[in-house]
C-alpha cells in the first residue's frame, strides 16, 4: 500500500509558524507521522535550552498518548517526521533507520550559487564534537542531489549586481548528523538560511529580501516497510508556502 498525504503547512508572513496543533499526514495503531514545521525541535535539547515547545510533547498533548520519534529533524529543517506509537514499533523503527538500506528520504534545498544538474557527494563525515554516540572518526556518507531549478535574484551581493541560487533535490543515502547541510557546504553550495554551515551576510540579505528567516530544507517524504505489515509507505509532506516566496517557485 502506498500512503501519500499532499498536505503543505501554511505560514506567516515575517517567520516560519509553529502551531500547536501539528499537521498529521498519516496515522494507524503503530505509526503516525506529523508536518514539522521549520523552528520547532523534536525533543528538549541542551543545545537549546531556553525552548520550551518540542515536536513529541506537542504530538502527545496533541494525541493524548505517548510517541517515539523514529528519526530526527533539525529544528530549522521542516517536513516529514514519524513518530512510533509503542515501544516495540520504536525498536522496530529504530532497527530499520540504523539498517538504512530500507529506508528512503527526499529533501528540497535552496542553496547558494550554480551547481551541476546531478551528481554524488561521497564525502565522509566525522562525528560532531556534541555527540557523544561514540569515538569522532570518519564515517562514509553520500548524498545524491538534482538540481530542479536556477535562480538569478536581483539582490546584489559583494561584487555581484545579482544572487544565484539554485533548487535541489537531496537523496541521502546514509544518515549522518547534519549531513545533507554538511555535503551542500562540502561542494560549495551551503543551503541558504544554515547558521553554522552557510554565509552569515547571505542569509541575512536574503532574509531580509524573502521577508522570511528560515533553514530552506524541506523534508519532502520517506519511503519505508511498514515494520509489522511489509507493506509499503510513501509519506508526503509537500512544501509550505513561504517557498512560492522565491522568484520562479510561485507555483
Known amino acids: 500500500m502506498n500512503t501519500e498525504a499532499p498536505v503543505g503547512a501554511a505560514q506567516g508572513p515575517d517567520r516560519a509558524v509553529r502551531p500547536d496543533t501539528l499537521e498529521i499526514l498519516f496515522r494507524d495503531e503503530h505509526l ?3 508536518n514539522k514545521p521549520s523552528g520547532l525541535l523534536v525533543h528538549r535539547s541542551g543545545l537549546d535550552a531556553h525552548e520550551t515547545r518540542f515536536a513529541v510533547q506537542l504530538l502527545r498533548d496533541q494525541i493524548g498518548r505517548p510517541v517515539w520519534p523514529a528519526h530526527r529533524l533539525d529544528k530549522g529543517t521542516s517536513g516529514v517526521l514519524l ?8 525498536r522496530a523503527l529504530g532497527q530499520a533507520f540504523e539498517n538504512g538500506g530500507a529506508i528512503a528520504k527526499t529533501y528540497r534545498a535552496m542553496v547558494r550559487g550554480c551547481p551541476a544538474d546531478a551528481g554524488l557527494i561521497d564525502h565522509p563525515l566525522t562525528r560532531l564534537d ?6 569522532l572518526v570518519a564515517q562514509a556518507a553520500r548524498t545524491r542531489f538534482r538540481t530542479l531549478s536556477r535562480l538569478s535574484l536581483p539582490l546584489a551581493y559583494g561584487p555581484f549586481a545579482e544572487t544565484r ?28 538560511g544554515d547558521a553554522t554551515h552557510g ?13 522570511l528567516q528560515r533553514l530552506w530544507l524541506h523534508a519532502l517524504s520517506l519511503e519505508l516497510a511498514h515494520p509489522w505489515t511489509g507493506q509499503h ?6 512544501p509550505g508556502s513561504e517557498w512560492r516566496r522565491w522568484p520562479g517557485l510561485e507555483g
Open 233 to 238: 509507505l510513501r509519506i508526503e509532506a509537500p
Open 165 to 192: 541560487c539554485a533548487l535541489l533535490e537531496l537523496r541521502p543515502e546514509t544518515g549522518r548528523r547534519h549531513q545533507l547541510r554538511r555535503h551542500c557546504k562540502h561542494m560549495a553550495h551551503p543551503i541558504i
Open 32 to 34: 503516525i507521522a506529523i
Open 83 to 90: 513518530f512510533a506509537l509503542d515501544a516495540d514499533t520504536a
Open 130 to 135: 556534541d555527540d557523544a554516540r561514540g569515538p
Open 199 to 211: 554565509k552569515g551576510p547571505l542569509n541575512r540579505a536574503l532574509a531580509e529580501w524573502l521577508g
